[in-house]
């Protein structure tokens, strides 16, 4: 695990950078089946969160679009997104409500969870390798 760093200043590839190997949410593949867009990302909390604002297709066949943010945790893990239904009208309506959303976060608890979750899962790929071998 490492934190979040700016690796570019175009949207989607510093997303891709900072996700990759973590989350497919932002792989060509994904973004072209949901017809999303990165508008924006945003290195939160000294690099513990990463956020994106996103412009999605609120129907198949691409009518209408909204936007929202989504928020990371180290893991990529979506701590935050809204749903579909839920989307905004303006990117500008989105990252207010993703500012709103991060001052109510502790990004420490959100990074120790993160990490007591990803050990969690280890310990017990490990335990099934462990009987695997038996």
């Known amino acids: 695990m490492k934190k979040f760093t700016h690796e570019s200043s175009n949207p989607k590839w510093n997303a891709q950078r900072n996700l990759s190997g973590i989350t497919h949410y932002v792989e060509d593949d994904t973004l072209q089946f949901h017809k999303s867009r990165i508008l924006s990302t945003h290195i939160l909390e000294e690099g ?74 280890y310990q017990d790929e490990i335990q099934r390798a462990r009987k695997e071998l038996t």
């Open 48 to 121: 513990l969160l990463f956020g994106l604002i996103e412009s999605c297709a609120l129907d198949p066949d691409n009518r209408t679009r909204g936007f929202r943010y989504v928020i990371f945790d180290v893991t990529g893990y979506v701590i935050d997104r809204p749903k579909l239904e839920e989307t905004v009208k303006t990117r500008r309506q989105a990252e207010k409500a993703m500012w709103a959303y991060v001052n109510t976060l502790d990004a420490r608890v959100i990074t120790k969870e993160a990490i007591d979750r990803e050990e969690r899962n």
